[in-house]
C-alpha cells in the first residue's frame, strides 16, 4: 500500500509536468531564451516534491513507529520533536541527507532500497546528488544566460524529461522500501537490501 506521503508527491510532481508542458506549447523553432526558465523551474519544482516527499515520509513513517510503542509517550514525544527538528534543516535532497536521517530514525539505509529498471542503488545515489546540486545552481545561481553569450541551457528538454522520471521512480522505490523495512522492524525483522 503505497504511503500518504507518495500520494501527497504524485500530487506536487505535478507541477514540475505542467511547467514542462508549458515550455512546450511555448516552444518554437528556434527557442526563445526567455521560456528557458521553465524548464529550469520545472526541476527545481521536481527537487522540491521530492525533498517534501522524504519529509512526509519519515514523519509517517515515525508517528506509526510511536504509536505502535505508546508504553513510554515521552520518549515518543522526544522522538517526534526531535526528528521535527532534525527537519528544519533538511533543505536538500541528497544522498548525504537522506541516508543518515533514514538510517538515525527507521535504522535502515533507506538508499539500498533505490533500484529498478536500469538504476541500481549506487547509480541512484549518484543521479540524485548529481541533480540536487544542478538544483542548487539553478536555485543559487540561476545559471541563467546571459544576453548574446551563446552558453548550454543548463537543462535541456530531454534531459527534464528524464530527470522527473527518475524523481518518480526513486520515489515509488523509497515508498516501496520503507514499507517492506518498517513493517519488518515493528515485527522484529528486518528486510535484507535489494541487490
Not at 506536487?12 to 526558465?37: C, G, R, S, W, Y
Amino acid at each position: 500500500m503505497e504511503s500518504r506521503a507518495l500520494q501527497a508527491f504524485e500530487h506536487a510532481i505535478q507541477d514540475a509536468v505542467d511547467l514542462m508542458n508549458h515550455f512546450d506549447a511555448l516552444n518554437k523553432t528556434p527557442p526563445t531564451q526567455e521560456i528557458e526558465v521553465l524548464k529550469r523551474a520545472s526541476l527545481v519544482m521536481a527537487l522540491a516534491a521530492l525533498e517534501t516527499y522524504f519529509e512526509d515520509l519519515i514523519l509517517e513513517a515515525v508517528e506509526a513507529i510511536c504509536t505502535s510503542e505508546e508504553k513510554d509517550k515521552r520518549l515518543s514525544r522526544f522522538f517526534r520533536e526531535s526528528l521535527e527538528l532534525e527537519l528544519k534543516t533538511f533543505h536538500t535532497p541528497s544522498t548525504d541527507r537522506v541516508r543518515p536521517m533514514f538510517k538515525k530514525y527507521l535504522g535502515f539505509d533507506v538508499t539500498d532500497g533505490w533500484s529498478w529498471n536500469h538504476y541500481d542503488p549506487k547509480k541512484a545515489r549518484t543521479e540524485l546528488n548529481r541533480l540536487a546540486k544542478k538544483r542548487g545552481d539553478i536555485a543559487h545561481r540561476s545559471l541563467r544566460p546571459l544576453p548574446g553569450q551563446p552558453t548550454q541551457h543548463a537543462v535541456t528538454r530531454e534531459d527534464l524529461r528524464k530527470h522527473i522520471h527518475f524523481v518518480k521512480e526513486l520515489a515509488k522505490a523509497t515508498d516501496a522500501y520503507v514499507e517492506i523495512n518498517s513493517n519488518n522492524r515493528l515485527q522484529g525483522d528486518a528486510a535484507p537490501p535489494r541487490a
